[in-house]
């Protein structure tokens, strides 16, 4: 199966990363691999862009800070069905649509990323910045991705019975002070 998402070159990509992200120093390693599960996901998933969905479902699996901010029990496992079952049955409605929410400012959107998740991404790199100039993490990504309440992420969360304010303030807490 021939990939619907989008890829470039390096020269095409302008000097930026191949592994979507644009931000160079400010997404480290710990980043990219979270977007290149999310990628692979969505090719799986069938979908044309990688979502704030499928950014928390790579987190969940490949970042254990991210995954304790949600913490253990009943809900993290209905998250995780939720996630899973996004591609037979839950989350099919989305395959033929963009998330963008239309209330975060329009950022350069990154190769096969939609809106909101180049917003994430650029928001998490932004409060790395802002923390010290270190490398976004993992938690960076968690706050990022549930500040929109139009997010496919919070729409799982939602689902799931997780309130996303609460995690967006234990993420930021985690992740350390943001000024």
């Known amino acids: 199966m021939q990939s619907r998402i989008p890829r470039q070159s390096a020269g095409e990509q302008g000097g930026r990363r191949p592994d979507g992200t644009g931000h160079g120093a400010r997404a480290g390693a710990e980043l990219a691999s979270v977007v290149s599960a999310a990628r692979r996901r969505a090719v799986r998933d069938g979908d044309r862009h990688v979502d704030t969905a499928h950014l928390l479902h790579s987190l969940l699996e490949c970042d254990p800070e991210a995954r304790a901010v949600l ?8 998250l995780l069905g939720y996630l899973v079952q996004r591609s037979i049955g ?29 917003a994430a991404m650029e928001y998490a790199g932004e409060r790395a910045a802002r923390r010290g100039g270190g490398r976004a993490r993992g938690v960076d ?11 496919r992420a919070v729409e799982v969360l939602d689902r799931a019975g997780i309130d996303p304010r609460a995690v967006f303030a234990r993420a930021a807490e985690q992740a350390g002070p943001n000024p």
């Open 90 to 118: 839950y989350g099919l409605r989305w395959q033929s649509t963009v998330e963008d929410s239309g209330a975060v400012p329009v950022v350069a959107e990154a190769a096969g990323l939609s809106p909101l998740a180049a």
């Open 141 to 151: 990504l968690l706050a990022a991705i549930v500040v929109d309440p139009q997010a």
């Open 71 to 78: 913490g253990e029990g009943p809900h993290l496992a209905r």
